[in-house]
């Protein structure tokens, strides 16, 4: 069984540029929650899709947005990039609301780097 | 307070013997604490989840539960070099799961 899937693992772009990164949840999850990484913050909630809907948000401006398609892969994308989004960008799956079971499936990540 | 704190470690424990790792967290409500572990470079998986008050066991690994002192923990017994990773702690807040900074532990040969 394919785990999760992250593209592309490595981006530089410079500041003022948008990105947009996609993650292929394992096959029949229907859920998936994006999250920040970072060594000073840690492990932070963007945002939840389940079923193409946003189901929670957190405390991140609103150049940060996501979305969810029909087959369950989503993707979130960064407008107006500044040089504190550089951080690992994790995407997790789980089968049905990860909110509700906790049981996260992560994908490798994206490492964005902002000059 | 933050939600989910941690000690960011390093602890360091001697091959052979228990890990102890600890876990409070702010919010009464929760129901719902996990433990994940990522190795450096990796990404986290999860290892462990409680949900009532008490100890559960999984093989070496035992999490343990105080919702009246909002507490976690995860013992390691038995630690081998192989469990030297990050520990987070997870706990489901306002229908979404949030996770603590991590501590680092590291398994002396």
């Known amino acids: 069984k394919a785990g999760v899937t992250q593209t592309p693992r490595y981006l530089i772009k410079t500041r003022g540029q948008q990105v947009t990164l996609s993650c292929s949840p394992i096959?029949?999850?229907?859920?998936v929650s994006w999250y920040q990484q970072t060594p000073g913050q840690g492990l932070q909630f963007l945002f939840e899709?389940?079923?193409?809907?946003?189901?929670n948000k957190g405390n991140f401006p609103g150049r940060f947005s996501g979305r969810q398609f029909s087959n369950s892969r989503s993707e979130m994308n960064v407008s107006t990039l500044e040089l504190g989004d550089s951080a690992l960008y994790l995407c997790?799956?789980?089968?049905?609301?990860?909110?509700?079971?906790?049981?996260?499936?992560f994908g490798e990540g994206s490492r964005l780097t902002v000059l | 307070q933050k939600e989910v704190e941690q000690n960011s470690g390093p602890l360091s424990v001697p091959e052979g013997a228990i890990a102890s790792l600890n876990c409070t967290y702010s919010d009464r409500v929760s129901q719902s604490f996990f433990w994940y572990r990522q190795y450096s470079g990796k990404s986290p998986e999860l290892i462990m989840s409680i949900y009532s008050n008490g100890d559960k066991e999984d093989g070496r690994f035992t999490a343990q539960l105080n919702k009246a002192s909002q507490y976690v923990s995860l013992l390691i017994r038995d630690s081998q070099p192989s469990d030297s990773a990050t520990y987070l702690c997870a706990v489901n807040r306002d229908d979404k799961i949030i996770f603590g900074k991590g501590t680092r532990l590291h398994i002396l040969p």
């Open positions: 899709y389940f079923s193409e809907t946003q189901r």
């Open positions: 997790a799956s789980s089968l049905n609301s990860g909110a509700n079971t906790g049981e996260l499936f």
């Open positions: 096959s029949g999850h229907r859920s």
